[in-house]
């Protein structure tokens, strides 16, 4: 029941603290990027994951050059505005053959992946793929769009719990398990000082729901409940069947 979509973000949609920078556009994310102290990609990804609370396994990003070279493939210079869902895949089936793109692309996927993806581009017709453009107010009025159907058979629930001092954390991140299918029971701040590292603790250590959030968030540290069944601090929270304990580290910071 696997299905490809292709979604157009609202680039121009302003954000009140854009990546702690203040007020932005979502197409200042590039260069925003290289105000960082990594001065790394990951940071865009990062960042459209928190403000449209979607999942982002991986990215690949062309700059200025390589999209008007792309562009330049029709015989026509193309703005972003007039292109359509078919254009992006003819980009796609293009971008890993074109030598002149070579320094303009940028991605965290491994070779596996990428030849993956464009297997399953070349493999099918334009037509086979949804397509739509993401208002603004998709961000407070998620649709179905990105739900995991086997997270939803699953139907485990989830608590998730702030272990920073940094307001809001854990309602941004509840957001996201929420528009992929989890029930989020509670959000809160965790009980007692705050935590160096992020954990997720859960009853059942091969649900695809914890390896799936593990994943989204970066979170390796995965530990079952029976080492916290005696955790005056945490027991009150076990009713739920996976606890995502939030520490600095996944908060996204320049």
Partial sequence: SRKAGIYFLPVDLEIANLGGFGQNKIYSLFGLAGLTKKKDLNFISDQIQEVFAVPLDGFLFTDNAGFSRLSNSFGEDLGFSSI???????????????????????????????????????????????????????IDNP????????????????????????????SAKSRLIRNIGS??????????????????????????????????????????????????????FLRADIIILLGPDSANSR
């Avoid at 992006?88 to 089936?93: C, N, P, Q």
């Avoid at 939803?152 to 719990?161: G, M, R, S």
Wanted: aromatic share 10%; charged share 25%; glycine share 6%.
């Fill in 143 to 170: 649709t179905n769009q990105f739900l995991d159907s086997i997270i939803e058979e699953e139907a485990k629930t989830t608590i998730v719990l702030n272990g920073t001092k940094i307001p809001f954390l854990a």
């Fill in 84 to 138: 359509k869902a078919g254009d992006y895949l003819f980009f796609l089936r293009h971008v890993g053959n074109l030598p002149q793109l070579f320094g303009s692309v940028k991605t965290n996927l491994d070779a596996a992946t990428l030849l993956n993806l464009f297997n399953k581009v070349l493999s099918n017709r334009f037509n086979k793929f949804d397509n739509e453009k993401l208002s603004a107010g998709f």
């Fill in 183 to 236: 029930r989020v029971l509670e959000t809160a701040n965790a009980p007692g000082d705050p935590y160096p590292k992020s954990v997720i603790i859960s009853r059942d250590k091969q649900s695809y729901t914890l390896r799936r959030l593990s994943q989204t968030f970066g979170i390796s540290d995965l530990r079952l409940f029976s080492s916290f069944e005696d955790d005056p601090k945490l027991s009150q």
